[in-house]
């Protein structure tokens, strides 16, 4: 059936199709391989994308080949992509409805990426944020790679003729570079073939989740313990919520919360009832709070939570057999895409048929 919704976009001949022709947008994200995925990344991200699978004609890819432009000789490359796959289909997205595929599947990738490096300046890649950031944390190793890396991420989006990319806002120059890089192509080669695509998110759902640290946002370059995974023991939840930074208590009715306390209430908000939080909420007002008896509650609370992500994600890691199947569709959904661009980029440039 996607697929379907995929030629209508494609072949203006299927518009007679019988099916119903609704507006789909073609969405398409990579997700780098680095560790665990933790609440942060879902109520961030991830919960977004589930979302749009149901809206959209969405493409969802682990990020492998991008890896090597920072670590040219990795240790598990595979398992580390494997495993952030199994933890996104996990937290819901599903091969029936987008196409999930790993990077290095979709070679097409490449072939695109060497069109578009040859119409991409030395200038221009130099000054992007992020390759100077790199050159400065890996002065031994500023390979082409690095330095490309914005024609790859271009090259990964416009192969799906992609026009929504639902990515954060560090992200938002590398998608400006693929509007620059996709203009040039249309204008170079006189065609409208490449859509110019923008950042996208469901902005009001998206949740900010804080850390356990007592700092701002959670996340796992901000020390262990700031953040709960989704495949965290039940254990190591209530260890890390119970060591959550608190102060001393309210001293005053109605006393504003320092950080600290706010943020354990968000997280509260993010996965306990609506009767805890206000239970919790009046404590405080009233200068009763017992920080131990809300932590306690927090925990079992986030435990609760976590644990469809954490069975699924034991679940579906140890099943090597589906996960291949699953990889293999997305590889198959994700070439069949990436040739038809191919083949018209290819038509306009001049190459033989
Ligand atoms: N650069 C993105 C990041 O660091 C990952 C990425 C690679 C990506 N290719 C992409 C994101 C294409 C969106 C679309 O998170």
Redesign the pocket.
């Known amino acids: 059936m996607q697929r379907y919704f995929f030629f209508v976009t494609l072949h203006t001949e299927r518009l007679t199709s019988p099916l119903p022709i609704m507006k789909r947008e073609i969405v398409?994200?990579?997700?780098?391989p680095t560790g665990n995925l933790h609440l942060g990344n879902y109520f961030g991200a991830l919960r977004n994308f589930v979302k749009m699978q149901d809206e959209h004609e969405c493409f969802f890819f682990v990020?492998d080949y991008?890896s090597l432009t920072t670590h040219p000789t990795p240790d598990n490359l595979y398992n580390n992509a494997r495993q952030i796959l199994v933890q996104y289909l996990a937290a819901g997205l599903d091969p029936e409805k987008s196409t999930i595929y790993l990077?290095s599947d979709l070679p097409e990738t490449v072939e695109l990426y060497l069109f578009l490096n040859m119409n991409a300046y030395l200038g221009e890649l130099e000054r992007v944020t992020s390759f100077k950031d790199k050159v400065r944390q890996q002065p031994g190793n500023v390979n082409a790679g690095l330095l490309t890396?914005p024609t790859?991420?271009a090259a990964?989006?416009l192969i799906h003729k992609a026009t929504r990319?639902p990515?954060?806002k560090?992200?938002e120059q590398?998608l400006e570079m693929t509007r620059t890089f996709a203009q040039r192509f249309n204008s170079m080669y006189h065609t409208e073939l490449f859509p110019l695509p923008q950042a996208y998110n469901y902005g009001h759902d998206l949740v900010k989740i804080p850390g356990l640290n007592g700092s701002g946002k959670m996340g796992k370059s901000e020390g262990e313990g700031n953040a709960i995974f989704l495949n965290d023991d039940p254990s190591v939840i209530r260890k890390k919520i119970m060591k959550a930074k608190t102060d001393s208590g309210p001293v005053e009715p109605g006393q504003a919360k320092p950080v600290e306390i706010e943020n354990l209430f968000a997280l509260m908000r993010a996965v306990s009832s609506a009767d805890a939080v206000r239970y919790f909420e009046e404590q405080y007002d009233s200068c009763q709070i017992r920080y131990g008896d809300m932590k306690k509650q927090l925990a079992e609370d986030m435990i609760r939570f976590t644990e469809p992500f954490r069975a699924r994600i034991a679940e579906l890691g140890a099943d090597e057999v589906s996960l291949r199947r699953i990889m293999d569709h997305g590889k198959e959904r994700a070439h069949e895409s990436a040739r038809h661009t191919l083949d018209e980029v290819r038509h306009v440039i001049g190459y033989r048929q």
């Open positions: 398409c994200s990579g997700i780098r990020a991008h990077q890396y790859l991420m990964d989006i990319v990515v954060g560090d992200q590398h």
